[in-house]
């Protein structure tokens, strides 16, 4: 059971077995002893680990940001105008014709 046991201590690293690691040094460590001012650790980072300035938030690709005034062709067919009544604008309703030209929004009325 080598690496599975407390630096500090020797006893099982966890109730479950499966051993904390400290993430400075790396040794395996029971609950008592995981933080690093506990089991002796100097706070350095492991020589593999990102530094602080490396683990931010990194720059988008160029290609995968998009900004205002795109042109609709470079980002896909958008959808349709729509008009106040939910037809498409531009097209031609049959009925329309009949109504009176303020009756749709009569229709929107509560009362």
Do not use: F
Request: some cysteine.
């Amino acid at each position: 059971m080598a690496g599975k046991s407390c630096v500090v201590c020797g006893s099982a690293a966890s109730s479950d077995g499966m051993p904390y690691r400290c993430a400075y040094c790396g040794d395996p460590v029971c609950p008592d002893h995981r933080l690093p001012e506990n089991h002796g650790c100097t706070g350095e980072r492991l020589a593999g680990d990102k530094t602080p300035e490396d683990r931010g938030p990194q720059p988008m690709d160029p290609e995968d940001v998009t900004t205002m005034g795109t042109a609709p062709e470079d980002i896909g067919q958008s959808s349709p105008d729509v008009a106040l009544d939910g037809s498409i604008a531009g097209e031609q309703s049959t009925d329309s014709e009949e109504e009176e030209p303020e009756s749709w929004w009569r229709r929107l009325l509560p009362w």
